[in-house]
């Protein structure tokens, strides 16, 4: 089963907002609010940013937010800092014997 | 504060059997709230979930790797392990452990989040 579809690269000035989005079927995204968000700093843990579609776990800021319409979730992070910029993640619970599916991963490039 | 750690070889050769071990430090793998599980990452590639397991030793795996992988847990030692035969190239990845928050509805286990990971490990299939 194909990965949950993300685009390669978003890019924004400090200050600025930006979205990453998640493209999945009715069988993921679109049919469970179990969509969650990692950012990856290479070299690091992978960190959970979003679970559940938009609650945002304890200690992670309130710029980062989280929404779904469809079968397309989103990551909305606004303010950019520098800090920001690596690799983020969705993933979303599948319906299918996969179980979890994780999407192709959006390097942020903050400029 | 809940902490994984990875452990194991970074190379293992063609046709072998790779076996990690991932060491849960601050709070206990036998929480009936959790499942653990292991998550791997190619090279330039994006995320693959591997498998997870409950403390009971209930296992779910990843149908394309499910004849290959056994993940198993020792709850004396606060460990679950990872074991994947006939390592090729495409197994080349850093592999990941995690905590993984689920849901069972009507029976059916909801793999929700995975929260904490581990720093990960890189291992290399070469000869």
């Known amino acids: 089963q194909s990965a949950l579809t993300q685009p390669a690269s978003v890019s924004g000035s400090p200050g600025q907002s930006i979205t990453i989005s998640c493209t999945g079927t009715s069988s993921d995204v679109g049919g469970y609010n179990y969509v969650s968000w990692y950012q990856h700093h290479p070299g690091k843990a992978p960190k959970l940013m979003i679970y559940e579609v938009s609650n945002r776990p304890s200690g992670v800021s309130n710029r980062f937010s989280g929404s779904k319409s469809g079968n397309t979730a989103s990551l909305t992070i606004s303010g950019l800092q520098a800090e920001d910029e690596a690799d983020y993640y969705c993933?979303?619970?599948?319906?299918?014997?996969?179980?979890?599916?994780f999407g192709g991963g959006t390097k942020l490039t903050v400029l | 504060q809940l902490q994984l750690q990875e452990s194991g070889p970074g190379l293992v050769k063609p046709s072998e059997t790779l076996s990690l071990i991932c060491t849960v430090a601050?709070?206990?793998?036998?929480?009936?709230?959790?499942?653990w599980g292991w998550i791997r990452q190619p090279p330039g590639k994006g995320l693959e979930w591997i498998g997870s397991?409950?403390?009971?030793?209930?296992?779910y795996y990843n149908p394309s790797l499910k004849s290959r992988v056994t993940i198993s847990v020792d709850k004396s030692k606060n460990q679950f392990s990872l074991r994947l035969n006939s390592m090729t190239a495409a197994d080349t990845a850093v592999y990941y452990c995690?905590?993984?928050?689920?849901?069972?509805?009507?029976?059916?286990?909801?793999?929700?989040?995975?929260?904490?990971w581990g720093q990960g490990t890189l291992v290399t299939v070469s000869s």
């Open positions: 995690a905590r993984l928050g689920s849901i069972t509805i009507f029976g059916a286990v909801i793999m929700n989040w995975f929260d904490p």
């Open positions: 993933s979303s619970y599948t319906s299918s014997n996969t179980f979890v599916m």
């Open positions: 601050g709070g206990s793998i036998s929480s009936n709230t959790y499942y």
């Open positions: 397991i409950y403390y009971t030793g209930t296992t």
